[in-house]
Every structure is written in structure tokens, then in C-alpha cells.
């Protein structure tokens, strides 16, 4: 369970933060209309502790104002990646707070209006101004009012006021694709008023998070930091025993173990309800057991309390073998890094294990009491995601598909035996509205077949989708298993009449080695000839990921030319007779 | 900041980054330590290390000069 450390502990830290060279960097500013004096520090360790340098800039003592509407103002001239826009409730109402009841019903759906009308206005302008994603608190609702216990019986309530308001805010903003919404009345109710709210802090120096409990809520915008840093996991590995149930399978027995029905077993059947949710929003389940295969997949498949079945499961390594090695099969056969993993296992010696050797997973320190899992589970800040697009829902299909292909390829005679019997179908199609989320979230996390590693957040594909001087296309797989979806991008630019560069290329790992990167560089191809163009022009940039695209220009017919791949679009090109391609 | 170079003098006049913020974070910390609470009055009267321990000895903390 989440157990933060006290505010000192990061400060004190930050002092100790060294500038260092990180692959990833991010800058932050905070707007506030109260003291959120430390929250930089916190944030700063906290972007540390998972290898991002972070830069912040806390704004002036209740100046969001004039930070937002002033051009020149320092929150620009820093230019963040991300901006959290933190206003009270008693900064709203003032006097009202105190009083709602001086002015009319009208009047205070009028002063709603006004401020919400005021809130719109700053999101426009600072969006107009700058290209940072920002994340605004939306208003705790006061838990008393002068009414006491007929509040409720009140025509436009001093709570209502404030739930109205969060409402409107929620609707007016909810397809405004740079900005977020914070639910900081959910994170109030979950640690309590009491606790986030301390008096002695507020008249001392208008304290509204109390120092406690900044860090909890650091912890919360850390969510956003790591979407906007793509870091976000996208696999949580299980262990069996003790884990998804209660008891040792090999041992107690499929009638021994504890699952459902009594108040043990209940927790873990929960665990699994919550498992499942995640499953279905995208997130890849896999199990890395020590166990008697057979004694497992009974329970998997036939315990009538069991919500998690082999459907769930993209990968299942339940055997004898250690399980560092297991986890490198189950990277290497779902094609994820082990970054990109989440392990969760009851026992504190494989945990200390797989901590020691892959540092890299993010081993969860499950509380010993299994009836703390789900909250352990929820509580991770690690899964968000800044949009969740048709792909994701359809992964856990999508992997099942990939298990069939596997076995396709084990009984092909060869590869390209096996490549025609897949009958894949690329469809080829210029970015649109539809696809631009898409488009961007894979530039921000194909590390592996992506020829320059150019992240592009949203806003910038769609800026580039409407320049006559680029190309921005994406490219849909399909074969006889299933639908990939969109797994592939392009965007060239158009140098002059002769010459186009290949600015990005990458393809989703999971339809490496089919051929389809080579149709699309053909079609690429045609497409500059048709236009008169000579020459294309590619780089491949190295990262520490991005190995298999390494050959991928040479092997193609690239030829180097100073610093860059080049090929004539006069010379002839090896045509991937196993593809079905169409342009849209 | 070494030790040896904080006295009962010391606060924020002497110490660079003693302000009102960094003071309620050491505040905090003492509060934790010692098991006391003390209140609003109290604590704007604190303005160096002194002020400190008188405020602990009131509420009944043992301290050595």
C-alpha cells in the first residue's frame, strides 16, 4: 500500500539532486492560487527515482492570472512539457464560501457561469500560447454549510454550486485534447478533509495541502508525467500461488485452495475482477509460476471462481525454471521490454530476486495481508495513459491472435510459405482526425522498428498532417487471425521538387518480419517517382532500443551517401508479392 | 550546514534558507520527534534555535543546554 515519506524527507533529497544526463527530460510549472510551496521538490525526486530529469518552475504566490493572459510571461519563456493549474475552492467563492446564502438561486448559478466562463478563457488563451498539456485540480466540494443537515433540501446548495461547477468544467474540456482534469475532490475524499486540509497550516501561510500529504498528491500528477513520458507500463506479470489465490495448488489441492467463497477467497477473486478491467482497457496479463503445469491450468481452466482464464493471458510460463529467464522468454515472445513490465508475487525472496536482476521490472511489494492486493493494485500510478484508443481495448485479442500466427510459423515448411498463408493486407492511409491519436502515441512509444525515435505529441501530427510540405500516413495490418489495427507510421518531407526525406518510419513491434515494412517503403517509393521526385533520403538514428531497424534502409537498397541513406527512385524495387496493399 | 556552526542564536538572520516555508518543514519534524504539538501562537513567536527549545521545555520536553 501506498506509504509516503514526509515532505522533509523530500526537500532534503532535492538538495541532493545532481543535474544529469537522462534520456528523458520533462519540465513542469505549477500555477496555484495558494502556498504550494515543496511540491516542485517533491516532483523533481520523484522524476528522478525513475531516471527523468525534471526542470519546474513554481509560479508566484497566487499570480495564475497574469502568468496565463501575459505573452511574455515566465511560465512561457519555460516552456513546459506539462503545466498544473491548482485553484481552490475558497479562492472561488471568497466571501460565499462562508455565506452562499446572502444572493439568490439565480445569482449563484450566475456567479457559476462567470467563474466557469473565467476557467474557459485561461484554458483558451494558455492553449492558444503554448503547446504543454495541462492538467487542471477541479474543486473540492465543501463537506459543511451553514444549513447543516438541509442542505440537501436546498435549491442550488453551496455543494451543488461546486459539483455544478466540476461538471461543466468536465464537459466543456472533455474533447479538448491537451487538457486534463484532475479529480482533486476524489483525491480530498479519498485521504480525507481532515487530513489534506490542516488550519494551523492554512492561517500560518495559506496552506491548502497540508505538508503530509503534498507528497500524496505529487504521487497523483506523477500519473500524468509518466503518459506524458510514455513510461507507462503496459504488462503486469502474476505468479500463482498466494497471488491469484489463496494457497499452494500443488499441495492444498484444486478443492484446497482458497477462491470465492469464503472471506479470504474473496479477496483474491476481487484482485482478479480488478486484473480483468485492466485486461480489458489494454493492459497484458501474463503468468510467471513456479508450478505442475497441469495442477495450474486446472484451476485456470475449471475452478468455477476463477475470473482470469487462458484467454487472458497473452503469455504462461508455468514451470520449474527460475524465473529471471522466464521473464526474458516472456519479453522476448511478447515483444515487450522488461521496462515495460509489472510484477506482482506474494513471496518476498522471488520479489528481492527479480529486483536484484532485472531492476528494470517494477516489482510491487504486495502487503503480506492479501486482502490489501486490490488496494495495492489500484493505488499504482503506473498504468495511465493520456488516451486510450481502439488498439488498446483490442490488445488482449490481439496477442491471442499472435499465439495462433506462432503456431502457423512452427508448422510453415519456410517463411515465405509461411507469409503467404497469412494473407496479410496493408492498408495505406494519409493521417485524418480519427487517426492523429494514434499517430502520435506510437512515435511516443515504439522504441524498437523506429528508424529516427522522433516523439511527436498530438499536436504536432496534426500540424504536420496539414503542411503541404510533409507527408504523415499510417498503415493498417490485417491477416487471417485478426485486425492489428494501425500499426504503422510515416511522415517524409517534401525538401523540394526532387528531393523527400524520410523524417519517421516505424512499425509496432508485433508485425516485425513480415514484409510489410518493405511494401510500405515501396509505396513510399512509387509515390515520389509518380511526383517527379529523384531521390529519397533516410537516417537511422541510434537508440538503445531501436537495434532491428538498423539494416532496415540498406537492406532495402539504400546506398550511403555522407550522412544519410539514399535511394534513386529510378531503380527498380523487390516486390513483396505476399502483401495485399491498398491505398485509402 | 555542519553542526558545530548551529547555536541558539542561530535562525533567520544567520541561516540562509530559513524562511517561513523551510521553518514549519524543521517545525514538523521536531513536532514528529518529540510527540508534541504546538500551537499557531507559538509558533510565530519562533525565530531561532532558542525559541525552539523553550517552546519544547513547555510542553514538558527535557533538554540540555
Redesign the interface.
Known amino acids: 500500500m501506498l506509504d509516503e515519506k514526509?515532505?522533509?524527507y523530500y526537500?532534503g533529497k532535492s538538495k541532493t539532486l545532481q543535474p544529469f544526463d537522462a534520456e528523458k527530460k520533462i519540465r513542469i510549472v505549477i500555477l496555484g492560487s495558494f502556498?504550494l510551496?515543496?511540491l516542485e521538490e517533491v516532483l523533481r525526486v520523484k522524476c528522478s527515482e525513475i531516471q527523468i530529469q525534471c526542470n519546474t518552475y513554481l509560479a508566484a504566490y497566487n499570480q495564475y492570472n497574469q502568468e496565463i493572459l501575459n505573452s511574455q510571461s515566465e511560465l512561457y519563456k519555460f516552456s513546459p512539457d506539462i503545466t498544473f493549474l491548482i485553484i481552490d475552492t475558497r479562492s472561488i467563492l471568497g466571501e460565499l464560501f462562508f455565506s452562499p446564502y446572502l444572493i439568490s438561486i439565480e445569482e449563484r448559478k450566475k456567479l457559476i457561469e462567470n467563474k466557469l466562463q473565467d476557467i474557459l478563457n485561461l484554458v483558451k488563451i494558455f492553449c492558444s500560447k503554448s503547446q504543454s498539456k495541462l492538467v487542471i485540480c477541479n474543486f473540492t466540494v465543501p463537506t459543511y454549510s451553514p444549513y447543516g443537515i438541509i442542505e440537501n433540501k436546498t435549491q442550488y446548495s453551496l455543494q451543488e454550486m461546486v459539483y455544478d461547477l466540476n461538471e461543466k468544467l468536465r464537459h466543456n474540456l472533455i474533447s479538448e485534447p491537451s487538457v486534463f482534469i484532475f479529480d482533486f475532490n476524489g483525491f480530498v475524499a479519498k485521504y480525507g478533509e481532515r487530513n489534506v486540509f490542516d488550519y494551523?497550516?492554512y492561517?500560518?501561510?495559506d496552506?491548502k495541502i497540508s505538508?503530509?500529504y503534498l507528497p500524496y498528491f505529487a504521487n497523483e500528477l506523477m500519473g500524468y508525467v509518466k503518459s506524458v513520458m510514455s513510461i507507462n507500463k503496459k504488462c503486469i506479470v502474476l505468479d500463482l500461488d498466494n497471488t491469484l489465490w489463496g494457497g499452494i495448488v500443488g499441495e492444498d489441492g484444486f478443492n484446497g485452495i482458497k477462491l470465492g467463497n469464503d472471506p479470504l477467497g474473496k479477496s483474491f477473486v476481487e484482485f482478479q475482477r480488478h486484473l480483468v478491467a485492466l485486461h480489458q482497457r489494454g493492459i497484458i496479463l501474463a503468468i510467471n509460476s513456479k508450478n505442475n503445469w497441469d495442477d495450474a491450468m486446472k484451476v485456470i481452466s475449471d475452478h468455477p471462481n476463477m475470473v482470469l482464464r487462458e484467454k487472458h493471458f497473452a503469455c504462461m510460463k508455468i514451470n520449474w525454471d527460475d524465473k529471471i529467464s522466464n521473464f526474458k522468454d516472456i519479453s522476448q515472445e511478447l515483444n515487450i521490454g522488461l521496462d515495460s513490465m509489472v510484477f506482482f508475487d506474494d513471496d518476498p525472496v522471488n520479489r528481492e530476486i527479480v529486483r536484484m536482476n532485472l531492476p528494470e521490472i517494477l516489482t510491487v511489494d504486495l502487503p503480506q495481508d492479501p486482502s490489501y492486493y486490490v488496494q495495492t493494485l489500484l493505488e499504482l500510478n503506473d498504468f495511465h495513459v493520456l488516451k486510450i484508443t481502439e488498439e488498446d481495448k483490442k490488445r488482449g485479442e490481439m496477442y491471442l491472435q499472435q499465439q495462433k500466427r506462432i503456431e502457423l510459423g512452427k508448422n510453415a515448411k519456410n517463411l515465405d510459405e509461411f507469409l503467404k498463408k497469412l494473407d496479410i493486407k496493408v492498408t495505406i492511409k494519409k493521417a485524418d482526425e480519427f487517426t492523429i491519436p494514434r499517430i502520435s502515441q506510437l512515435t511516443l512509444k515504439t522504441n524498437q522498428f523506429n528508424l529516427t525515435t522522433h516523439r511527436y505529441q498530438e499536436e504536432d501530427i496534426r500540424n504536420f498532417s496539414k503542411d503541404p510540405k510533409k507527408i504523415v500516413g499510417c498503415t493498417r495490418v490485417e491477416d487471417k487471425f485478426g485486425d492489428n489495427g494501425i500499426t504503422g507510421v510515416y511522415i517524409i518531407n517534401k525538401d523540394n521538387d526532387v528531393e523527400w526525406t524520410i523524417d519517421s518510419f516505424l512499425l509496432s513491434c508485433r508485425i516485425i518480419g513480415r514484409g510489410v515494412e518493405y511494401g510500405i517503403l515501396d509505396h513510399i517509393i512509387q509515390k515520389a517517382k509518380k511526383e517527379g521526385v529523384k531521390k529519397i533520403k533516410g537516417k537511422y538514428i541510434p537508440t538503445k532500443k531501436n537495434k532491428p531497424a538498423e539494416n532496415f534502409l540498406p537492406d532495402f537498397g539504400f546506398t550511403k551517401e555522407n550522412d544519410f541513406w539514399v535511394y534513386s527512385t529510378d531503380k527498380p524495387v523487390k516486390r513483396q508479392d505476399h502483401l495485399m496493399i491498398k491505398i485509402e | 550546514m555542519p553542526l558545530e556552526q548551529i547555536n541558539d542564536y542561530s535562525g533567520q538572520e544567520s541561516i540562509e534558507g530559513w524562511d517561513?516555508?523551510?521553518m514549519?518543514?524543521?517545525l514538523?519534524?521536531i513536532e514528529?520527534e518529540f510527540k508534541v504539538q504546538f500551537s499557531?501562537d507559538e509558533?510565530?513567536d519562533i525565530k531561532t534555535v532558542k525559541d525552539f527549545k523553550q517552546c519544547l521545555k513547555k510542553h514538558g520536553v527535557q533538554i540540555n543546554d
Open positions: 514526509k515532505l522533509s526537500i502556498t510551496n515543496g494551523r497550516q492561517f500560518y501561510g496552506v505538508f503530509d | 517561513s516555508f523551510t514549519y518543514v524543521l514538523d519534524e514528529t499557531l509558533i510565530l
